[in-house]
């Protein structure tokens, strides 16, 4: 798969939940997903089933046979998933501006003292941190 343009990736609210259940394990059958998600959200055996062949036709997945199972993997790092994402919120919400982002959340009062320390030391660093 090439990599996705922040424009490609389309990932609705259950497509992220079954995505990051999946990083979260490095690889997970349905029923595995199914438990990982029980604690917030009760789904249906089949839904998580249509949702991950939907994220294997999509690119985001792919999946292996062991034994009668189909066990899934990310084809998509969590990271690049995360960029395409910010990305995607900062052009529509921000006009582009990573600044106006980070100006509303302190604005807002969703960083903490320790979070904006964090961020002023990569932006000290150049942002080169991995």
């Keep these: 798969m090439t990599a996705k343009g922040k424009s490609d990736i389309r990932l609705g609210r259950l497509e992220l939940e079954i ?3 999946v990083w979260d394990r490095g690889d997970a059958t349905v029923q ?6 029980a604690p917030r959200r ?8 249509t ?9 985001f997945l ?3 046979t062991q034994g009668r199972a189909y066990v899934y993997r990310a084809k998509v790092p969590r990271r690049e998933v995360r960029r395409g994402l910010l990305g995607q919120l900062v052009d529509r919400l921000f006009d582009g501006s990573p ?10 009062e969703m960083i903490d003292g320790e979070e ?15």
Excluded: F, W
Excluded at 32 to 37: F, G, T
Excluded at 123 to 130: M, P, S, V
């Design 99 to 108: 600044g106006l982002l980070v100006t509303s959340l302190v604005e807002e």
């Design 42 to 49: 009760k789904r249906a055996y089949s839904t998580i089933l």
């Design 51 to 59: 949702m991950m062949r939907k994220l294997e036709e999509k690119g």
């Design 116 to 130: 904006l320390r964090e961020i002023e030391r990569l932006i000290r660093k150049g942002g080169k941190e991995k």
């Design 19 to 21: 995505m990051n259940a």
């Design 62 to 64: 792919e999946h292996e």
């Design 32 to 37: 595995q997903v199914k438990d990982a998600l």
